[in-house]
C-alpha cells in the first residue's frame, strides 16, 4: 500500500512538472531542433550596458527571461579588439577576419555566409538594423566586401541578394549614389517590393515579393529623437512575413545605436538605445515562447566605450571625496571598442548548445549545428 502511494505520488510529480514545463516555457529545454532562428545583436553592448537596464528601466529586464547563457572572446584575426564588421562576419559566416572586413576571410576570399547558405533550402531569411542596412552589423550578413566603407558597393549586392525582408535606414545609398544608378529600380527588377516611407501592415505585404523598408537617408533617429518603437515593430513584422509559409527562417535584427552611444560617451542615448533592444527581446520571447520552435540568441560583437556604472563620486563638507553607493553615475574609459568578454542569452530548441565560455565565430557553428541547416 505504501509502495503504492508512493508510485502514484511520482507519477502526480512528473504529469506536473510536465504541465509546470508547458506552461512556463521559460523552463522549455529540449532535444528539439529549432526550425527559426531569431539572432538578436546589440551592437557595442557588454556587461555593464546590459546591467544598466536593471536600474534604467521602469519594468524588470527581459533579460532576466533566459536561462542558458554564455561568454564569447571577441578578438578579430588580426586584432584583440574587434570592431563590427570583424565581429559580424564572424556570427555569419563562422571565421574570425580581420577589422573592417565583410564577408570575406582574413586572406580577402569571400565566405559563405547563413543567409546564402540556407536561402537555397527555401528557409526564409530577414536582416533588420536601426542605421543604415549597408552597415557594417547587416552587410556581413549578405555582402562580401574587403571594407565596410564601401557601402555603396554594398547596397548593390543587397539587391542582387538572397535576403527575403529587411528594414533600416540607408537610402541615400541606393538613390542618392556617386555612379548615379538608380537601385530602387534594381530592387523592382529583382523582385523586391521596397518602401520608403513607413512600416506597412502586414495585410498590405504582397506575399509573392520579397519586402524592403528604407526609412531613412542614412541611420535611423535615436531613440530620445523619437525613433519610437521601430525596431520592434520592423521585427514583428519581419517574424509574421518569414514564417507565412512555415518554411523556417533566420532573421537578424540588431540594436544598432548603442554602439553610438558608447563612441559618443553618452550614457543617457546608450541606455535609452539598450532599453529599446530590451523591449525587442520581450517581443520576440513572447513569440518564441508561443510557437516553440524557435531558437533566439542574444549577443553582441564587442563592448563599446568601456562603460562602467560606478558609484557618484561626491565631497564631504571636509572637502574629503567619497563614493556614493547609493547613487550611480554611469562613466566611459574609452570612445572606442573594448576587449571585454561579451553575454550570450539563448533562449528555445538547441539554447544549451550556447552555455559556456567560447569564441565569436563558434555562434555561427552553433546555430547550424543545432538546426541541422548545413546538412
Ligand atoms: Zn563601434
Known amino acids: 500500500m505504501k509502495l503504492k502511494n508512493s508510485i502514484i505520488s511520482v507519477v502526480v510529480i512528473s504529469m506536473f512538472s510536465c504541465k509546470t514545463t508547458n ?3 521559460n523552463e522549455v529545454t529540449s532535444n528539439k531542433t529549432p526550425k527559426n532562428v531569431i539572432l538578436l545583436i546589440s551592437d557595442g553592448t557588454g556587461l555593464s550596458q546590459i546591467s544598466s537596464a536593471f536600474y534604467y528601466k521602469n519594468s524588470t529586464p527581459n533579460y532576466t527571461r533566459f536561462k542558458n547563457v554564455g ?16 565581429g559580424a562576419t564572424a556570427f555569419a559566416a563562422g571565421v574570425k577576419t580581420y577589422n573592417g572586413a565583410v564577408g570575406v576571410a582574413d586572406d580577402s576570399t569571400h565566405v559563405e555566409n547563413i543567409i546564402e547558405l540556407i536561402s537555397s533550402k527555401n528557409i526564409k531569411t530577414g ?3 536601426t542605421l543604415a542596412i549597408t552597415h557594417a552589423t547587416p552587410a556581413s550578413f549578405y555582402a562580401h566586401t574587403l571594407s565596410r566603407d ?7 549586392q543587397l539587391t542582387q541578394s538572397k535576403v527575403d525582408f529587411f528594414a533600416g535606414g540607408g537610402l541615400k545609398f541606393f538613390d542618392n549614389r556617386k555612379d548615379g544608378q538608380d537601385l530602387l529600380k534594381t530592387f523592382k527588377e529583382n523582385q523586391f517590393d521596397v518602401n520608403t ?3 506597412s501592415d502586414f495585410a498590405t505585404i504582397k506575399s509573392s515579393k520579397k519586402v524592403g523598408f528604407l526609412l531613412s537617408k542614412e541611420g535611423m533617429p535615436t531613440m530620445e529623437e523619437g525613433r519610437g518603437d ?7 513584422l519581419g517574424i509574421e512575413y518569414l514564417n507565412k509559409d512555415n518554411s523556417g527562417f533566420f532573421l537578424m535584427s540588431e540594436g544598432s545605436q548603442i554602439d553610438w552611444g558608447g563612441h559618443a560617451n553618452n550614457a543617457s542615448w546608450l541606455i535609452s538605445e539598450l532599453i529599446d533592444f530590451d523591449n525587442v527581446i520581450g517581443k520576440v520571447l513572447d513569440f518564441a515562447e508561443k510557437d516553440g520552435n524557435t531558437l533566439v540568441v542574444v549577443t553582441s560583437d564587442h563592448e563599446t566605450g568601456g562603460f562602467t556604472l560606478s ?3 561626491k565631497k564631504r563638507e571636509n572637502g574629503r571625496e567619497y563614493n556614493d553607493y547609493s547613487e550611480i553615475d554611469p562613466t566611459f574609459s574609452t570612445g572606442g571598442h573594448s576587449a571585454t568578454l561579451i553575454p550570450v542569452f539563448a ?5 544549451e548548445e550556447f552555455i559556456g565560455v567560447y569564441e565569436n565565430n563558434d555562434i555561427f557553428h552553433k546555430i547550424l549545428k543545432v538546426t541541422n541547416w548545413e546538412k
Request: glycine share 4%; aromatic share 4%.
Open 150 to 156: 564601401s557601402q555603396e558597393e554594398i547596397a548593390v
Open 197 to 199: 516611407s513607413s512600416l
Open 71 to 86: 561568454l564569447i572572446n571577441t578578438s578579430s584575426s588580426r586584432q584583440d579588439i574587434t570592431d563590427s564588421a570583424a
Open 127 to 129: 536582416v533588420i538594423a
Open 347 to 351: 533562449y528555445g530548441p538547441g539554447s
Open 230 to 236: 521601430f525596431l520592434s515593430k520592423a521585427t514583428e
Open 23 to 25: 506552461v512556463t516555457s
Open 311 to 313: 558609484a557618484k563620486r
